[in-house]
């Protein structure tokens, strides 16, 4: 499955606020100054791709 550019930047914007929340919530990512940015790609990464197969890219 394949987004387009807008869906793509969109997805970005929520895993950024999915990143900001990990960071939050957990102690030790804010002591390491693991960045939100990071966060939310790892769990995009990790988490939605392999079960979805989603790509983000622009035809």
Do not use: C, Q
């Amino acid at each position: 499955m394949t987004i387009d550019t807008f869906h793509g930047f969109t997805l970005a914007i929520l895993l950024l606020f999915v990143g900001k929340g990990l960071v939050a919530r957990w102690g030790i990512l804010r002591r390491y100054n693991v960045l939100e940015s990071l966060m939310g790609s790892l769990t995009r990464a990790f988490g939605l791709a392999p079960r979805t197969g989603l790509m983000v890219g622009s035809h």
